[in-house]
């Protein structure tokens, strides 16, 4: 049985350090906070504008035509709690997946 749990040790080790070297969250890398929160905003908008409505109070502006991807409100969400380096990769890529081109930082 100890031999077991040293195992088992062993194995959650490199798991345990991977999870401590992972930022919690903040903006991506080169970007301060502030700028990080305008581009998210800004591809939240196009998101918006342009694949699917979000409802203005997960930061959309109310229009767009079809229904917002589940991974686009999380990253909606993600970048309103100040996780902009989760965020906006997440938009990007939904833009790219709909043939829509993702604006400059």
């Not at 062993?10 to 992972?22: D, E, H, N, V």
């Not at 930061?59 to 309103?80: E, T």
């Given at each position: 049985?100890?031999?077991?749990?040293h195992?088992?040790?062993?194995?959650?080790?490199?798991l345990?350090?991977?999870?401590c070297?992972q930022t919690?969250?903040?903006?991506?890398?080169?970007?301060?906070?502030?700028?990080?929160?305008?581009?998210c905003?800004?591809?939240?908008?196009v998101?918006s504008?342009y694949?699917a409505?979000?409802?203005t109070?997960?930061g959309?502006?109310?229009?767009g035509?079809?229904?917002?991807d589940?991974?686009a409100r999380?990253?909606?969400?993600?970048?309103q709690?100040?996780n902009?380096?989760?965020?906006?990769p997440?938009?990007?890529?939904?833009l790219?997946?709909?043939?829509?081109?993702v604006?400059p930082?």
């Amino acid at each position: 049985m100890a031999k077991l749990t040293h195992v088992l040790g062993l194995m959650a080790a490199p798991l345990a350090l991977a999870a401590c070297t992972q930022t919690a969250g903040g903006p991506p890398p080169g970007m301060t906070a502030a700028q990080g929160a305008a581009y998210c905003t800004k591809l939240t908008t196009v998101y918006s504008e342009y694949v699917a409505g979000l409802p203005t109070s997960m930061g959309g502006v109310g229009r767009g035509g079809g229904q917002s991807d589940i991974d686009a409100r999380v990253a909606v969400a993600q970048c309103q709690d100040g996780n902009t380096a989760a965020g906006i990769p997440v938009l990007q890529r939904e833009l790219r997946n709909n043939k829509v081109e993702v604006p400059p930082p």
